[in-house]
């Protein structure tokens, strides 16, 4: 059966730092693209970021260009997101999510498959 487990989220204070994980199960993470996808109160989803299955490219939104950086290690078929200096504005539900492609298609909130979603609150 495959599965997404999120885990990591949390209180971080501006500045900050905190690293999402996504660990996968019952797919190897070179053959699927995995995207993050935040919500946050009272909005649509968002897509935050992407890594392709072929070549690990990440792709990330113009609102956390320079501050995110999405990763995977494949011993373990885990993604990660490391969000720095994080604004209070990235308080949202993280959720990490996949439609079974092998190539990003840029960075968006639609796929098939999700997590079960990660709280992260932004605040001083």
């Known amino acids: 059966q495959v599965q997404l487990v999120e885990s990591g989220g949390g209180l971080v204070q501006p500045g900050g730092s905190l690293r999402l994980s996504c660990k996968i199960f019952?797919?190897?993470?070179?053959?699927?693209?995995i995207g993050w996808v935040r919500q946050a109160p009272g909005k649509e989803r968002e897509g935050v970021s992407c890594?392709?299955?072929?070549?690990?490219?990440?792709y990330y939104a113009d609102s956390v260009e320079a501050r995110f950086t999405i990763s995977r290690d494949n011993s373990k078929n885990t993604i990660y997101l490391q969000m720095n200096s994080p604004q209070l504005e990235d308080t949202a539900v993280y959720y990490c999510?996949?439609?079974?492609?092998?190539?990003?298609?840029?960075?968006?909130?639609?796929?098939?498959?999700w997590g079960q979603g990660n709280q992260v609150n932004v605040s001083s």
């Open positions: 019952g797919v190897t993470m070179d053959y699927v693209a």
């Open positions: 890594i392709s299955g072929s070549d690990a490219t990440g």
């Open positions: 999510a996949t439609d079974w492609s092998h190539k990003c298609e840029g960075v968006r909130a639609q796929y098939t498959t």
